[in-house]
């Protein structure tokens, strides 16, 4: 029995009525490869996902699975071998302002320049927008994720929660078409990452924003997802997706959540059956 608010999806386009509304993001078919150690890794195998308007999407898998080489292709850095990403209908073939990345390291901020600056230096880099501009919407940002009282701190007086609350207020501020986020709460401790994920859903409820979301926690994938694709170990291929409605954090503790977490872990880690091994069973 399924749990209540999830179910597993085994047809694309079932959650929406397919072909009703048309993906914002479209990977088709997509296989990715890297050279590692003098060697050639397939990292994913022909993945196909859609992503829609305002979508909170998850990638889950175990280390190794290819998630992050798939936020790589979506941002524009990694080249697929096979298939192909599309935005709003057009080939994604190198980065852009329409795609912003937030890593999990605590140094993706320029050390000399202050939390406003690091907010506002994509905008004024970029020439979306002058300077004075740029300033008001890194404050605006700031404030919305609660360090307006530090715009003037510099990252090395910083927390690493605070850090990474900076790094998504620069993503915000450039108001992109897709918020790519890899791993971002990792590395920080239980508490701060719970308190991180709850700000990150106030921030969609009030922006919409459309977020591709990679992690390895089953957990984190729950609360922080609409939609969760669950990748098989390496190369990745997509096992199942899941649909969830809405989960209330208040929840995460319930017999519902933890019964689709325990259901998540054995469609990750569980083995499938052989095409050998059904045939006995079936004879």
């Not at 993906?23 to 996902?49: C, F, M, N, S, W």
């Not at 740029?134 to 701190?153: D, Q, T």
């Amino acid at each position: 029995m399924e749990a209540e608010g999830v179910r597993i999806l085994p047809e694309k386009g079932e959650a929406r009525g397919a072909g009703e509304i048309s993906p914002l993001l479209r990977v088709k078919g997509v296989t990715l490869e890297y050279a590692a150690q003098k060697q050639v890794v397939r990292a994913a195998h022909r993945i196909d996902l859609d992503l829609y308007q305002a979508d909170r999407f998850v990638l889950l898998g175990p280390s190794g699975c290819g998630k992050s080489s798939l936020l790589k292709a979506v941002g524009g850095f990694l080249k697929p071998i096979e298939g192909e990403i599309l935005l709003e209908g057009r080939p994604v073939t190198e980065p852009g302002p329409d795609r912003v990345v937030v890593f999990q390291e605590f140094d993706q901020l320029p050390p000399w320049k202050t939390a406003l600056e690091n907010v506002a230096f994509p905008l004024i880099a970029s020439r979306s927008l002058p300077r004075r501009e740029a300033r008001e919407r890194a404050a605006h940002y700031l404030e919305k994720v609660g360090l307006a009282g530090f715009a003037e701190s510099y990252p090395h007086q910083l927390s690493g929660g605070m850090k990474q609350r900076v790094a998504i207020a620069r993503a915000l501020a450039m108001r992109p078409k897709i918020l790519l986020m890899d791993e971002p709460f990792a590395a920080l401790d239980a508490l701060t990452r719970r308190k991180m994920q709850e700000e990150l859903l106030s921030l969609w409820e009030e922006a919409r924003f459309t977020l591709l979301f990679v992690t390895h926690s089953i957990e984190e994938a729950l609360v922080v997802g609409s939609r969760v694709a669950l990748l098989t170990p390496r190369p990745g291929r997509v096992r199942a997706e899941i649909n969830s409605h809405e989960w209330d954090l208040s929840s995460a503790g319930g017999e519902g959540f933890q019964s689709t977490a325990r259901r998540i872990h054995r469609l990750l880690f569980e083995e499938e059956p052989s095409a050998e091994a059904s045939s006995r069973r079936a004879a």
